[in-house]
Structures are given as C-alpha cells and as structure tokens.
C-alpha cells in the first residue's frame, strides 16, 4: 500500500496569510490526525477526523481549523498567520479501531 | 493527563556500542506504547509498539518492554550502527483521549 502523503512539502508565507495542508491516508485508513512539530514545544496534537467529523481537538487557537472528505482526505487550514505558526505539521492516519498511527513526511511551514 | 518523560539528549555513541533510551509514562488506564524514529528532514516511522503490560516490541535490532509496574517502555539495541543516527520519541496512546502524547525526543549520533 502506498504510505500518508502529504502536499505541499515546502511552503513559505508572510504574517497575515492563510495556507491550507493537504493529507492523503493510507487507503482504508479513515482517521485522519494532525500534529505540530517546533523546536520549542515538541510533537503536539492538533486535531483528529474520522468519517468527515472532528472527534478531538487540542489546545490551539480558533485560526488552526480542518476538514475530511469522503475519501477520507483531509486539510488543515491555518487562517491569519503568525511567526510562531513556523513549523512542521505532520499528518498520522490509523485504521478504524486501531491504535497505531502512521506519519507522512511532513509539510514544513515557514512565516515570515 | 497524560505525560511522556523521555532521556535527555544528545547521545553520542560509537558504532558498535549498546544504546538505551530511557521513557517513564504517567497514564490513565493501559495505554499503548511506541518508539517512533526521525531522519533528517523526515516525517515519523515507526519503530516498534507493545500493547499491553510484559509485551516486548521489536524491529531491526531494537527492542522495548512494555513495564507497568515501572510505567516504563525503554529502547534497547546491542550494537548501533551508523545508520542509526536520528531522533528517537517515546509516545503513548490512550484510547480515551485517542491522541499520541511524545516525549521530547532524544537525539542519538553514531561515530563510526
């Protein structure tokens, strides 16, 4: 099968712009969760979706948002950016009822 | 909540040397229990996982037991090569908070 993609790889943005991730799953993984990768604060979760609904959330501000698709894609958008927005966002998907998590390679944000 | 306490870094190593990493967990409930690797300018992989109290994960050498009565799931390898050389995180899941929770990651450089 083939792994989580993830696209863009790269992006540069300045303060004040929005930029939107994109997450393909594993095929017949229907949970989609997103995690933020800084230096400063570690690994730290983001949000999960399943079955195009959000079941859990973590501890960000209202600008980081996300959606799923049927197809069990998903996006994060991050509205209004700040330079602390820099950072890593990787993409983890599971299979439903399974507690096992697989990464893609990351898209990697830079504000300025 | 849940908390992943891992062994500070660097480590440095020569080729051939035995490796531990230390991890302490504090959870509610059995959580599962994974070592996951990054390369540079990599996503995730996964390493190994244990599931429940005495299992012992392993993959490519490496080896962590699943410790409840320690709360504890260290990485072990006999003899690292260079190839080695990434960064190791400790994480739990937790299936009520369905989230994986990191430790801060431990940097391990082999010399051949």
């Known amino acids: 099968k083939a792994g989580v993609t993830q696209t863009p790889r790269y992006l540069i943005k300045t303060r004040g712009q929005q930029v939107t991730l994109s997450c393909s799953p594993i095929?017949?993984?229907?949970?989609v969760s997103w995690y933020q990768q800084t230096p400063g604060q570690g690994l730290q979760f983001l949000f999960e979706y399943f079955s195009e609904t959000q079941r859990n959330k973590g501890n960000f501000p209202g600008r980081f948002s996300g959606r799923q698709f049927s197809n069990s894609r998903s996006e994060m958008n991050v509205s209004t950016l700040e330079l602390g927005d820099s950072a890593l966002y990787l993409c983890?998907?599971?299979?439903?009822?399974?507690?096992?998590?697989?990464f893609g390679p990351g898209t990697r944000l830079l504000v300025l | 909540g849940n908390s992943v306490t891992q062994m500070e870094g660097p480590v440095t190593l020569s080729e051939e040397a035995f490796l531990t990493i230390n991890c302490t967990y504090t959870?509610?409930?059995?959580?599962?229990l994974f070592w996951y690797v990054q390369y540079p300018g990599e996503g995730l992989q996964l390493l190994l996982k244990?599931?429940?109290?005495?299992d012992k994960g392993s993959n490519k050498g490496f080896e962590a037991t699943y410790r409840k009565e320690t709360t504890s799931f260290h990485l072990e390898k006999g003899s690292v090569q260079v190839s080695d050389s990434a960064v190791y995180f400790c994480a739990l899941f937790s299936g009520s908070a369905r989230q994986l929770t990191f430790g801060s990651g431990t940097q391990l450089t082999v010399l051949p």
């Open positions: 095929s017949g993984h229907r949970s």
């Open positions: 959870a509610t409930g059995y959580p599962s």
């Open positions: 244990a599931t429940k109290a005495d």
């Open positions: 983890a998907t599971q299979e439903s009822g399974q507690e096992t998590q697989y």
